[in-house]
Structure formats: C-alpha cells, structure tokens
C-alpha cells in the first residue's frame, strides 16, 4: 500500500474543517447587533449582553441597520417600553383596593414615566439632528426614572409591582446610552 492515499485523505479532512468552521453565509447581519452588544456590554456595566441582543433583535430592522440605526431602534425601543409602562400604572391607580403607601408611590412613578415619555421624543430629535450629547443628557435623565420609582417602593417594604419593567426600562436606557455615547465619541 503506498501512503498517498492516506496523505490525500488527510488533505480531505483537512479541507472539509476549514469548510465548517468558516462562518455561515449571512452570518455578517447579525454580528452587528452582537458586536455593538458586546461592546455596550464591556463599558457598561450596567448594559446585559443577552438582554440587549435578545432586544435589538426583537426589532426586524435591526439586522440591516448600522450603528446609528441601531441607536435610534434602542431609543424607540425604550420609549415603547415606557410608554406602556406608563399606561400599565394609570390602569393599577384605577385598583380601588391598595395600600395608601402604595399608591402614592404609583402616582410617583406615573409622573416618573410621564415626564419620561416626552423627554425621550426629545431624545429622538437630537439623535435624528446628530446632537449626540443633547440625546445622552436626555436620556441620562431619563434612566433615572425606573430606578427612582423602584427606590419609592424599596422605602414602603412592599413588593414594587413594576419591578420587572423597571428593570426592563433601567437595561434598555443603558443600552441606548451605551450607543449614544459610542456615538457622540466617534463624531468628536
Ligand atoms: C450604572 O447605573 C448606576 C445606577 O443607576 C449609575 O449610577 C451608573 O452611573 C451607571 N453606569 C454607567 C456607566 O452609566
Ligand atoms: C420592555 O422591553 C423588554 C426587552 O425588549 C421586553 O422584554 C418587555 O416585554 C418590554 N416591556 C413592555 C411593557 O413593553
């Protein structure tokens, strides 16, 4: 038996690796929204990798966008977010039934969200004008709306009945920051 054979065979195998672990075709659109998160995840800790690539990818636009495009997505993504977190309140305050403590707390966080709301399409001006550091202030701002509201709750010991979208508000704010801010960098 001579060796070639074998050494043409290796030469197969060899080729057919390479083949595999060479990325899928189209496997480029995604990696925008995973490198932008992997980036917003590294200086910021308060951005999640997997919570912000579960949500850029919610958005059917984001796999053609670019950088800029996923910056206005994030921002619209947290304005949805709070305004049906601002609703979602105006619905509990109609509850007849409730701790006074809690209530007033609510009606806190109503007018948290409701300042919140306007501000963000504020946001969404500067940003679409390239005013960077216009939309980080905005958005600052408006980052400290959940976590104002959840502190309120912290103070009455009763559970927050937002806890889960004041954590959801707090997370997407950090990810629309994180992009502003990369932003704003780069235009300076
Ligand atoms: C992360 O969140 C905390 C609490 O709101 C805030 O004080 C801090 O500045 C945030 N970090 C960044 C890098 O934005
Ligand atoms: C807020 O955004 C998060 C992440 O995209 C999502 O899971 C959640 O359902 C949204 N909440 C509301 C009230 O829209």
Redesign the pocket.
Known sequence: MSPRPSVSLLLIFFLASLHAASPVDGGSTTNIIHETCKKCAHE???VSYEFCVASLESNPYSHCADLRGLGLISIKLLRHNMTRTRAYTEKLLQSEKMDPSVRACLQDCLELYSDAVPTLAEAIRAYKGGRYDDANIDLSSVMDAP?TCEDGFSETGVGSPLGRRNKDAFRLS?IA?SIVTMLSRASH
């Open positions: 910021d800790p308060n976590s950090a920051l």
